[in-house]
């Protein structure tokens, strides 16, 4: 496979993993945490700084819209819902140094 392949399918299911997020707005930042170690907010600090290692202007709030579908304030006043005690303590068993 030639890299230009790679990188289009690469794209595509990146894509396709965002859709995906934006769909499942049940599904809880710490609960994609807890579960696989990153969230929405991560996967847009990975768009950020790809975009900051090719020179390419992208601010952490066009990084998160890209990735959750509207300005990320609207998403967490309309999907996100207070952490529960049960999941606080996941969090701080599975990621011991972030707390």
């Known amino acids: 496979m030639d890299d ?3 990188t289009e ?10 859709t ?9 930042n710490i609960d994609l945490m807890n579960l696989a170690g990153f969230c929405r907010n991560c996967l847009s600090n990975w768009l950020k700084d790809a975009a900051d290692a090719q020179g390419v202007a992208m601010s952490r709030d066009e990084s ?20 529960t005690p ?14």
Do not use: C, I, N
């Not at 995906?20 to 809880?28: G, S």
């Not at 579908?69 to 819902?81: D, L, R, V």
């Not at 049960?86 to 972030?98: G, I, L, R, T, Y």
């Open 9 to 18: 399918l690469e794209a595509a299911a990146f894509r396709r993993l965002v």
């Open 4 to 6: 230009s392949t790679r």
């Open 64 to 83: 998160r819209e890209a990735v959750y579908g509207m300005p990320y304030e609207t998403w967490k006043a309309k999907y996100q819902s207070a952490a």
């Open 20 to 28: 995906h997020l934006r769909e499942r707005t049940d599904v809880q």
């Open 86 to 99: 049960d999941q606080v303590e996941a969090f701080k068993k599975s990621h011991p140094h972030s707390h």
